[in-house]
């Protein structure tokens, strides 16, 4: 049973605080992306499934200037991004069909296409050679489209994303836009972001595990919540007594995503907050999570500006929390599950539409909602 005196989630640590209690500032943005000494392996901890299909943000749109290359690695595999003359983003796998050199590493823009710093041959977006300085002509097989993989790009909400299926099967949704990102009356990006050592899958399981709110973040109580699956679309309503400076207060926290890597999540009672979350696999057991957060300038910036600030704070203590245990944690394939528990299965079962097409194509207008209210 939960302590029931409990009244402020700030001043009751949870077990995880012996790992972050001593880091503060600098030291606690270093942690948040370090690598986790001998953890156990992939395999080991059954985190070797197949990546889910879905769009997945490579970078923030304001860190890849016109002209500009930059190196990435997703998905077990080295890529390259680069932002052309005419200001759009293009994405190829990194490594030349020449000679294999790395385009991420050297080379540059020329146009709209990219040049590799080894011999200069140049790409475009769909990766086709267009062009080799010191030949006569260009070999049949580097003109075709995907000499290179190329990779679907969309610009949206602040970000570079791609569209990731393992067959290179086309977009099977769009990427939703959020009114506030941009607005002149919210406020720029406030980022952060960890490297997390665990898959999609169990963050997935996460976000319906509502009695880790008991015990991880110390809430006052068991959120009382609505989820909803309709075929790909997650929307979730979770409500919760807060702990505040002014005592406990009526919280809300929305969140809608369609597909395993974007989302978003709007926190409603203490500031109103726009939480945009990006979590993309690095690995299979690796992932790089992003959290932007925006709010109306006139919570910010004004009186009550400290709060609004303390909010992030507190979300992000709370990402902070998850990984101290998710670093290390193993995937369930057969959990033990009680009464308490949120809908994981449902849960699962969902995640599954995203590893097979025909599961996906099955889902389409297929709604279920999940009410949890536990007694406890």
């Known amino acids: 049973m939960p302590d029931t005196a409990l009244t402020d989630a700030r001043t009751s640590p949870p077990a995880v605080w012996s790992v972050l209690e001593h880091l503060k500032g600098d030291e606690l943005i270093a942690w948040r992306i370090a690598d986790v000494p001998n953890r156990p392996s992939a395999e080991e901890r059954k985190l070797t499934e197949a990546y889910p299909f879905g769009w997945y943000a490579l970078c923030y749109s304001d860190e890849l200037a016109v002209g500009e290359v930059k190196p990435l690695r997703y998905f077990g595999r080295e890529m390259v991004v680069w932002r052309g003359q005419d200001g759009q983003a293009r994405v190829l796998d990194a490594y030349c069909r020449h000679l294999g050199a790395h385009l991420g590493y050297g080379g540059r823009v020329n146009g709209n296409d990219i040049e590799c710093p080894f011999h200069a041959w140049q790409y475009d977006e769909t990766g086709a050679v267009t062009a080799i300085p010191y030949a006569r002509t260009i070999p049949p097989q580097a003109k075709r489209a995907d000499c290179i993989r190329s990779w679907q790009v969309v610009e949206r909400n602040g970000f570079v994303s791609i569209w990731y299926h393992p067959n290179n099967a086309p977009p099977k949704w769009e990427i939703e836009s ?153 995937y369930e394939d057969q959990p033990l599950m009680c009464d308490g528990d949120g809908p994981v299965p449902a849960a699962r079962s969902r995640f599954d539409l995203f590893m097979a097409d025909e599961a996906f194509d099955a889902a389409q207008g297929k709604t279920r909602t999940i009410r949890t209210k536990p007694k406890v």
């Open 178 to 330: 959020y009114p506030e990102v941009g607005s002149a009356n919210w406020t720029s990006y406030k980022k952060s972001e960890w490297r997390v050592f665990n898959s999609l899958r169990n963050m997935h399981d996460n976000g319906v595990d509502g009695a880790h709110f008991l015990y991880i973040h110390r809430t006052a109580q068991y959120p009382d919540s609505e989820v909803t699956f309709e075929g790909p679309i997650w929307n979730a309503t979770a409500r919760a007594k807060l702990g505040t400076p002014r005592g406990l207060v009526d919280g809300a926290i929305i969140s809608r995503n369609l597909g395993p890597g974007l989302g978003c999540v709007r926190f409603q009672g203490i500031s109103e907050t726009l939480l945009v979350s990006a979590i993309t696999p690095i690995g299979p057991d690796e992932l790089h999570v992003r959290f932007a957060f925006t709010q109306p300038m006139s919570e910010a910036e004004g009186p009550t500006g400290g709060l609004a600030r303390a909010l992030v704070r507190d979300i992000c203590k709370q990402l902070d929390q998850d990984k101290v245990v998710w670093d290390r944690m193993r």
